[in-house]
């Protein structure tokens, strides 16, 4: 089952209802081999944007990419996702955020500090008890110790979160890329990082929290 906090009602966020053939321009937090997740200009959510072809890994957190809502609903691995949209292509750079504009979009999605990560105290979701009541993905500001480290030829993020230390793989490119040319296995966050937790495509019938992204304060 699904276990949420009993101190606090879970937040309602806000949700995006966009027709097929809309253009939408999203701030990006995090991308993946076929999907790109930001935040939507025009709305103001969260959105995990499915892509019929391959998501360029260039892109950045703070890019500003257009994207066209599609039809194939078939492109989203999880239908249970209520941030999901199908796209029509790949995102297509259009710009950057940074500074206060930045922060304005991300202070209101941020996960609260009294809540299990995702709604969830499991580290994984069985994916049949997955509903649109809970979310795939969320924005975390966790209070440091904040960490990577490289352990068993993975990368990780440690971070406390109600409590307990939390240890979840990390697929961020970037930091992987960072720490290879370091020649370290190690590294402390700055304050004020937000990660990008979500959950992955379905296992062997479950869905894993992750850590998409390690985005720098702006």
Request: glycine share 8%; charged share 20%.
């Given at each position: ?26 701030m990006?937090?995090?991308?993946g ?50 941030e ?60 440091r ?47 004020g ?26």
């Amino acid at each position: 089952m699904l276990a949420v906090s009993p101190r606090a009602p879970q937040r309602r966020l806000p949700r995006l209802v966009a027709a097929p053939g809309k253009t939408l321009r999203l701030m990006v937090m995090s991308t993946g081999p076929r999907h790109c997740a930001g935040i939507d200009l025009g709305s103001g959510a969260l959105v995990r944007a499915w892509c019929p072809q391959p998501v360029d890994q260039r892109l950045r957190p703070y890019d500003v990419v257009s994207i066209v809502v599609g039809t194939d609903t078939d492109l989203v691995p999880d239908p249970a996702e209520p941030e999901a949209v199908a796209s029509a292509g790949p995102p297509v750079l259009a710009g950057r955020l940074t500074g206060r504009p930045a922060r304005r979009l991300i202070g209101p999605l941020l996960h609260p500090e009294n809540q299990p990560l995702l709604g969830t105290l499991s580290p994984a979701v069985p994916f049949w008890e997955r509903n649109r009541d809970h979310p795939s993905i969320a924005l975390v500001r966790p209070r440091r110790p904040l960490s990577a480290t490289i352990e068993r030829q993975r990368l990780w993020c440690r971070f406390p979160w109600l409590g307990r230390e939390h240890a979840l793989v990390c697929t961020d490119p970037r930091l992987a890329a960072s720490l290879g040319r370091s020649g370290r296995s190690y590294a402390l966050l700055r304050d004020g990082t937000v990660l990008v937790v979500a959950l992955g495509p379905p296992v062997e019938g479950h869905c894993h929290k992750i850590v998409e992204a390690v985005v720098p304060p702006r």
